[in-house]
């Protein structure tokens, strides 16, 4: 069954950076759009990035010039760079797909503070 696993989140300062991944299995990921979500203590999920089957990015506007999405079809994973940190970034960040129905991960926590 498609499974999504996520990594890398920590607590960080403000201004650091952070490598989140997403481990894919299940289905042919090399064929799927990906994505990226994150929710906020108190608030509601929010799109963060989105990768297509042939590598187009898109970005929330929150994100835009900070935050970089990739993947690697060979190896099916996806990856989110995280630079410049702001506290607003704190949350816990989830990999998503739609493969017939909606799939998440676990999330992974990031905090961002001094």
């Known amino acids: 069954q498609v499974q999504l696993v996520e990594s890398g989140g920590c607590l960080v300062q403000p201004g650091g950076s952070l490598r989140l991944s997403c481990a894919a299995s299940?289905?042919?990921?090399?064929?799927?759009?990906m994505y990226w979500y994150r929710q906020a203590p108190g608030k509601k999920r929010e799109f963060v990035a989105s990768?297509?089957?042939?590598?187009?990015?898109r970005y929330a506007d929150s994100v835009k010039g900070r935050f970089t999405i990739s993947r690697d079809n060979a190896k099916n994973t996806m990856a989110l760079q995280m630079n410049s940190l702001k506290s607003e970034d704190t949350a816990v960040y989830y990999c998503?797909?739609?493969?017939?129905?909606?799939?998440w991960g676990q999330g992974t926590q990031v905090t961002v503070s001094s």
């Open positions: 299940g289905f042919t990921f090399s064929n799927y759009p």
């Open positions: 990768i297509s089957s042939d590598h187009s990015t």
């Open positions: 998503n797909t739609w493969v017939k129905v909606d799939y």
